[in-house]
């Protein structure tokens, strides 16, 4: 059985929803952050980041959500998570979701996160004041560009879309109304609705 080691809040819900869409046989681990849970000897045993996702396969240990959002799919092909037998198609899954982990997801780390990168309290605050920008312009691409169809890739449901849902979530703390974004939020509607989703999402709520 695999293990995944996720907090709420964090990116760590999309490979959480894309493990119970696949119907895998896993177990969830939830991290505390306000704890810092993800500090603990026996968690950086595991994950040397401190950072989440982290899953625990028979082959070891996988870490980066678009790493283990390709794992998932291609370790249960039969659910059809990804354009497996299309090497463009999935080399377009996997450049959607590297801009979601490497342009989406830094933008809005500098909303809490600015110490990443600056020591100055000016500029950490400047990262913040920025945020509303630069994430805006990254969802307005995904908006009028990115979407193909009711699902990311077009027609079928994939590994991009429980990403594209976790990071649009952030939307509102990041000071930008989805209701501008009438494509993402029309994706991000119709991925409430699906069972898998609801159930993950109420198991990170803790409810």
């Not at 982290?54 to 354009?83: H, K, M, R, W």
């Not at 500029?123 to 169809?149: H, W, Y």
């Not at 939307?171 to 989703?197: E, F, K, T, W």
Request: charged share 20%; aromatic share 8%; proline share 6%.
């Amino acid at each position: 059985m695999m293990k995944l080691y996720y907090s709420p809040n964090s990116c760590s819900l999309a490979s959480h929803i894309a493990l119970e869409e696949a119907g895998a046989d896993y177990e969830a681990v939830r991290l505390d952050f306000t704890k810092e849970d993800q500090k603990a000897a026996d968690y950086l045993a595991i994950n040397p980041k401190a950072r989440v996702p982290s899953l625990i396969t028979n082959q070891g240990v996988l870490s980066e959500t678009p790493a283990l959002l390709l794992f998932i799919a291609q370790s249960y092909p039969d659910a059809a998570l990804a354009p497996l037998n299309d090497p463009f198609a999935l080399a377009q899954a996997q450049a959607f979701n590297s801009y979601l982990c490497s342009s989406v997801h830094v933008a809005h780390a500098h909303l809490r996160r600015g110490h990443r990168w600056a020591d100055d309290p000016v500029a950490i605050e400047a990262m913040r004041a920025k945020v509303p920008q630069s994430v805006g312009e990254c969802f307005d691409l995904i908006n009028n560009t990115m979407i193909k169809g009711p699902w990311v890739l077009g027609d079928h449901y994939s590994i991009c879309d429980p990403y594209l849902f976790t990071l649009t979530g952030w939307l509102p703390g990041d000071g930008i109304d989805r209701a501008d974004l009438p494509n993402v939020d029309a994706h991000y509607q119709r991925m409430s609705a699906r069972a898998a989703v609801q159930k993950i999402v109420a198991i990170h709520a803790g409810t």
